[in-house]
């Protein structure tokens, strides 16, 4: 590939625009499928752009790098996700205790259950660290794995796959153990699938959504305070 084009598909603006417009468009089929799981849009774009990113030639890292902008976005999109719960807060007032017991046994069942699966499969150091953040919201995610020492390449990788498995996955659970309760569809949903998961909800219902923003957040709050302490003990 030329020079000239190998830099201007390298620039920021070229990153940006890829990765939001080949969002949006694969949102259009999400939408009028419907909200079929396999249609959404993080399952159908990423091939896409991997696909372009081969055939320019691009590595991952330079695409990554400068997708800056977007990473950046992604803390103040969580911290706007607290409007909804103000919207819901006397709903969420009188399911304070159940809500945080539930935080602490979920998230620490996920993160144990990362911590198995590195153990079984005989991964290194640097593997665990980089999987052990994938319950919480790819921003939180990404600062304690790079703070860590962590690969952020199989942070962002393993939060995604969270995120998906719980889009893809949640609606059919619910329906096969019966579950109505928007509150405990979306409290689920953050818990365990964070930002997608909570995307996922809003399309249930604001009910569900607001309470996928609450645990997406007291999981993020929960897992930044203990995994530090842990790392820590154990890593460092």
Avoid: C
Wanted: proline residues 5%.
């Amino acid at each position: 590939m030329p020079e000239l084009l190998y830099e201007l598909l390298s620039r920021p603006i070229f990153a940006v625009t890829l990765s939001v417009g080949f969002f949006l468009a694969s949102n259009v089929f999400y939408q009028r499928s419907k909200h079929f799981p396999l249609l959404h849009p993080l399952i159908t774009a990423p091939p896409i752009i991997a696909a372009i990113l081969k055939y320019a030639d691009i590595d991952y890292a330079t695409y990554f790098a400068a997708n800056d902008l977007l990473i950046f976005l992604l803390g103040p999109i969580t911290v706007a996700m607290a409007i909804p719960l103000y919207q819901q807060l006397n709903r969420i007032r009188s399911m304070v205790a159940i809500s945080l017991w539930t935080i602490i046994i979920g998230a620490s069942l996920a993160t144990g259950l990362a911590y198995i699966a590195v153990i079984s499969l005989g991964g290194n150091q640097e593997t665990m660290i980089s999987l052990l953040p994938k319950t919480v919201t790819t921003a939180i995610a990404y600062a304690l794995s790079e703070e860590f020492g962590g690969n952020t390449s199989i942070t962002a990788g393993a939060t995604m796959l969270a995120g998906l498995t719980g889009v893809v996955a949640a609606p059919t659970i619910f329906k096969l153990l019966k579950i109505n309760d928007h509150r405990i569809m979306g409290f689920t949903m953050g818990i365990m699938s964070h930002g997608s998961g909570t995307t996922r909800a809003y399309e249930i219902s604001p009910v569900a959504g607001a309470f996928a923003s609450l645990g997406m957040g007291l999981t993020g709050a929960f897992i930044s305070i203990v995994l530090p302490i842990v790392a820590v003990w154990f890593f460092i």
